[in-house]
């Protein structure tokens, strides 16, 4: 038996970032590891900076996520301006920044998900350095501000976290309830889509492996690592795996 955290995420907008180069920023279309590391993270009041307790977060559970409703696609488009860089010249304030003459613009997308409602169930490992329930009690009052993959995404509904014993994740998802009154209209779809992590007891048989670089290897450099992702489509009725 696995003990396993199980909490909603609804926003109007959510980021939940990929591999950016240049002026875009896209989105995965389901939250990634790291922003529910960032997350748990924050509702702990664990800093960025803090190596070692950000270490012990990331190896205390495997991730699953299904998506109840996928929302829509936004494309935001931002105009920026910067100063030209100068050797030896820092600005500590965007008024600083702009002081100058010798300004540029900078062009860039970013990539959001609008109304989109997620169910995300953590498999606590045996021996984590944080337990469920008390994650379920950061999450509910959170240390810092949440948010859904940037500061602009903040949520709109309570998480509900619970806290279920179960063998599978299939039994785990099955076991909790949600008060679903406020997002009836995004998530009455006949299926969801499910993807959980490699080596996750599930219960369900995937139809797809999916790679994806989400991984926390050193949050203040920004660097990533590799992780495999199982994915299938799950009937709401009876929870078994059916083809698209």
Not at 27 to 40: C, D, Q, R, T
Request: aromatic share 10%; glycine share 6%; net charge neutral.
């Amino acid at each position: 038996m696995r003990d396993y955290l199980i909490f909603r995420l609804y926003g109007p907008l959510a980021a939940w970032g990929d591999i950016a180069v240049g002026e875009y920023r896209p989105s995965f279309a389901h939250p990634s590891k790291s922003a529910i590391i960032g997350l748990l993270a924050a509702a702990l009041g664990i800093r960025r900076d803090d190596a070692e307790r950000q270490k012990a977060l990331a190896e205390t559970f495997s991730f699953a996520v299904r998506v109840d409703g996928m929302g829509t696609l936004l494309r935001d488009y931002h105009t920026t301006q910067v100063p030209s860089a100068k050797r030896g010249v820092v600005h500590y304030t965007r008024r600083s920044e702009l002081a100058g003459d010798d300004l540029n613009t900078i062009l860039s997308s970013r990539d959001y998900r609008c109304d989109a409602a997620y169910t995300v169930a953590l498999e606590i490992h045996n021996g984590a350095a944080y337990k469920a329930q008390e994650l379920a009690n950061a999450l509910t009052k959170p240390a810092f501000t949440l948010y859904l993959g940037r500061k602009s995404c903040p949520l709109a509904l309570p998480l509900q976290p619970k806290v279920t014993n179960k063998e599978t994740l299939k039994e785990a998802l099955a076991s909790v309830a949600f008060d679903d009154s406020e997002l009836v209209d995004l998530t009455k779809q006949s299926h969801a889509l499910l993807y959980w992590e490699d080596g996750q007891l599930s219960g369900f048989t995937h139809e797809q492996i999916i790679s994806r670089r989400d991984a926390p290897l050193n949050r203040t450099r920004w660097q990533f690592g590799e992780r495999r992702e199982h994915y299938c489509s799950v009937q709401k009725e009876d929870e078994a795996c059916s083809s698209l």
